[in-house]
């Protein structure tokens, strides 16, 4: 730390993300994406409107919003894009919480909503989600605070159902409650639905994981155009141009093409299935996923060993070093491929320790 790091941000614990190795001998099943190129319509797109980068980028993006807005039936009023769904998320920790209005979330949740709180200065409360991971919707009802669930959740991967959504969203009218939809492609049913009914609802979603852009950072939220107009002054007061014209059009390009979207979407979920019977039958605990990603834990070896040991094997996933959840590892669901080496190297390591 600088002498000249601001006092503010002295005890702040920044997010850590995954491994990102340099070199590509890794197998990485390690950070939720997708295993697919992006769309060839999203590159065409994409590179075309390269060739106009020495202009600044549309900040209202209005191409991409009303192609979205009518992809999901919404008014363009209600969306906003965003670098990536965590810059979403960052504006609602900033716009919706203050020390009066705590943030609400799971104990085990996406780790970065405690970054988000500190960032903000905003304190957060933690509810315990039940033994089994479930979430216990009582718990969510009048928490007097702004409230953020990942739907499905991670790194557990298990969805709550629409009415459950709803059910929280009801009991809360007097708080934002986010819903955070980053993995809803891949089995969850959106809540998106509910945001003409409901002035308290924000929905989150991104094109990291089912549109193959992780690297293209490209997120949204969908609410009551009064919800998208107040994240819309914090962005104006932060980074107008936040979205880069190539991932504006290839974002357009992404939404298009709906049928390799729904095409890669559905070969994930049979590699989930796979990878799930496969893990069980070798003596795992899978929780079920309806994400990218299983989370899975064995009696013979802790996560860390699990963790260590692929990734001799040069295959790397997740383990978050966590009270309730150091046992299990994260493993980002792959192509077909990639996740017959994945269960081969796991039959051999559990060999290995028998
Ligand atoms: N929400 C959840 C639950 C996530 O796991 C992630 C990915 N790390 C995000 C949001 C943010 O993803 P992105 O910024 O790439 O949209």
Not at 198 to 220: E, W
């Amino acid at each position: 730390m600088s002498r000249f790091f601001s006092e503010k941000f002295k005890d702040l614990t920044p997010y850590t993300p995954g491994e990102q190795p340099k070199d590509t001998k890794y197998i990485k099943l390690n950070t939720n994406e997708s295993p697919f190129s992006p769309s060839p319509l999203a590159l065409e797109y994409a590179n075309e409107a390269s060739k106009n980068l020495q202009l600044y980028s549309d900040p209202e993006c209005r191409d991409l919003v009303r192609t979205a807005s009518e992809y999901y039936g919404i008014d363009g009023e209600e969306i906003l894009f965003t670098n990536g769904s965590d810059e979403i998320l960052n504006f609602a920790f900033s716009a919706f919480c203050d020390k009066n209005t705590p943030a609400v979330f799971a104990d085990i949740t996406y780790g970065f909503y405690p970054v988000f709180a500190s960032v903000n200065n905003v304190p957060y409360r933690e509810i315990r989600l039940n033994d089994d991971f479930t979430v216990n919707t009582d718990d969510y009802i009048g928490v007097n605070g702004t409230v953020f669930i990942a739907n499905p959740n991670a790194p557990t991967g298990i969805a709550l159902s629409l009415e459950e959504i709803e059910k929280i969203v009801r009991g809360n009218p007097g708080n934002v409650v986010v819903v955070d939809e980053a993995y809803v492609d891949f089995g969850a049913e959106s809540s998106v639905r509910l945001i003409k009914k409901y002035d308290n609802l924000l929905v989150t979603q991104t094109f990291s994981k089912s549109r193959s852009m992780a690297g293209a950072r490209l997120g949204f939220g969908m609410g009551n155009r009064a919800l998208i107009r107040d994240l819309n002054t914090v962005k104006y007061s932060t980074n107008p141009y936040n979205i880069n014209r190539m991932t504006m059009t290839a974002g357009i390009g992404a939404i298009k093409d709906e049928k390799y979207f729904k095409d890669n979407c559905e070969k994930i979920i049979f590699n989930r299935s796979m990878t799930t019977e496969k893990l069980k039958s070798l003596g795992f605990t899978v929780l079920n996923s309806c994400a990218n990603f299983v989370f899975a834990k064995h009696s013979k070896l802790s996560g860390e060993q699990l963790y260590l040991k692929l990734k001799e094997k040069g295959i790397l996933v997740r383990h978050f070093n966590k009270e309730r959840i150091s046992d299990f590892i994260r493993i980002t669901v792959g192509d077909y491929g990639q996740m017959q080496i994945f269960t081969d190297a796991v039959s051999k390591i559990l060999e290995e320790v028998q």
